[in-house]
């Protein structure tokens, strides 16, 4: 399997579109085009940072060896949470506030389970 099919694997399992995954590991739309279409290799950095946020191998990403994920606790996050995650890092410190706001929030207002509501 070329680098070019690893590539659209990992966009596709990562549920972005394939500008927003370049955005996520900070890198060009037209970068990740150029590999895809095996008209570019793949810079380490971009293959460790590959790694880092979305748990591929660095050796599966370049070389194709197994194992294709690194195992390990937070590497098997949803597309959701990986968008999230994306989210809040562009986040600035106000932004960042307001999320804990509102986070906190949620928390109070969840319902409590089946048991503590029976006591009440």
Do not use: C, H
């Not at 890198?27 to 095996?38: A, G, L, P, W």
């Not at 008209?39 to 946020?53: V, W, Y």
């Not at 995650?85 to 410190?93: A, G, H, K, R, S």
Request: hydrophobic letters at 35%; zero cysteines; aromatic letters at 6%.
């Amino acid at each position: 399997m070329a680098l070019s099919d690893r590539m659209r694997i990992i966009i596709n399992e990562s549920g972005l579109k394939q500008k927003e995954f370049a955005k996520s590991i900070k890198v060009t739309d037209s970068y990740i085009s150029k590999v895809i279409r095996d008209e570019s290799g793949m810079s380490n950095r971009t293959a460790m940072a590959i790694e880092q946020l979305y748990g591929y191998s660095y050796d599966w990403i370049v070389k194709g060896k197994d194992p294709k994920m690194l195992s390990g606790r937070g590497r098997n996050l949803t597309s959701l949470q990986r968008k999230i995650i994306m989210d809040v890092e562009q986040m600035n410190e106000s932004e960042l506030r307001a999320l804990l706001a509102f986070i906190e929030t949620l928390k109070k207002s969840v319902v409590r389970p089946t048991r503590e509501r029976k006591a009440q």
